[in-house]
């Protein structure tokens, strides 16, 4: 049966609602603040491993949680828009942790061996995929959606916070003209500058704790 592209964008539209509703106040107890030591944490991948914040110091290290069933995260996978961030930067040294904090029985919740799945299904690159199916890292940093994402220098001091770029749109088209923060933060810091914009407003589905 053919779908019209009305009824496709309609669709569209209400599975972003969806995604939208029920979003996190701006503050939470726990939040991670831009300028100080970022909140250690442990935490399991998908293969079993522990891993620990510290056992990055001394490097870069991006947080990024996401959801693969919200449509803010399908426009940067889809696209390979994450993919290239997550090559270029890695190639460099930078730590790209992958966080799924959604819980079980909620969208975007992933078992080890989904979660790899997704990785090799859409060719991804982080060093690792981190499980919070319990939601402590999370509400630990405060993310509040999917796309959120967080850098680490290696003095352990969180030196950005937010969104990934000043474009808050599901559209892949938008990309392109977009300022990507992250991108923006990575590259002032890895060549001694100081962070531009450090903090920004995430955009995306809510994390589904």
Same mark, same amino acid.
């Given at each position: 049966m053919m779908v019209s592209t009305s009824a496709r964008n309609r669709n569209q539209a209400l599975v972003i609602i969806e995604c939208l509703l029920g979003m996190p106040p701006l503050v939470q107890a726990g939040e991670a603040v831009v300028g100080t030591p970022a909140p250690q944490f442990s935490a399991i991948d998908t293969t079993g491993?522990?891993?620990?914040?510290?056992?990055?110091?001394?490097?870069?290290?991006?947080?990024?949680?996401?959801?693969?069933?919200?449509?803010?995260?399908?426009?940067?996978?889809?696209?390979?828009?994450?993919?290239?961030?997550?090559?270029?930067?890695?190639?460099?040294?930078?730590?790209?942790?992958?966080?799924?904090?959604?819980?079980?029985?909620?969208?975007? *919740?992933?078992? @080890?061996?989904?979660? *790899?799945?997704?990785?090799?299904?859409? *060719?991804?690159? @982080?060093?690792?995929?981190?499980?919070?199916? /319990?939601?402590?890292?999370?509400?630990?940093?405060?993310?509040?959606?999917?796309?959120?994402?967080?850098?680490?220098?290696?003095?352990?001091?969180? $030196?950005?916070?937010?969104? $990934? /770029? /000043?474009t808050p749109s599901a559209d892949p088209r938008d990309i392109s003209r977009a300022r990507n923060y992250v991108q923006q933060a990575l590259d002032e810091a890895m060549s001694g500058q100081s962070v531009s914009t450090p903090a920004t407003q995430s955009y995306g589905c809510s994390v589904k704790y």
């Open positions: 491993q522990s891993r620990r914040l510290s056992d990055w110091r001394g490097r870069y290290v991006v947080l990024e949680w996401f959801n693969p069933e919200c449509p803010f995260v399908k426009k940067h996978y889809d696209s390979g828009n994450m993919q290239r961030l997550q090559e270029a930067y890695t190639a460099k040294g930078v730590v790209w942790l992958s966080l799924d904090s959604s819980a079980p029985g909620k969208q975007g *919740h992933l078992s @080890p061996a989904q979660a *790899h799945a997704f990785v090799q299904q859409r *060719h991804a690159h @982080p060093t690792a995929v981190l499980l919070d199916p /319990d939601g402590s890292l999370g509400k630990l940093y405060g993310a509040k959606t999917t796309p959120h994402l967080f850098i680490v220098n290696p003095e352990g001091v969180l $030196i950005y916070a937010g969104a $990934i /770029d /000043d």
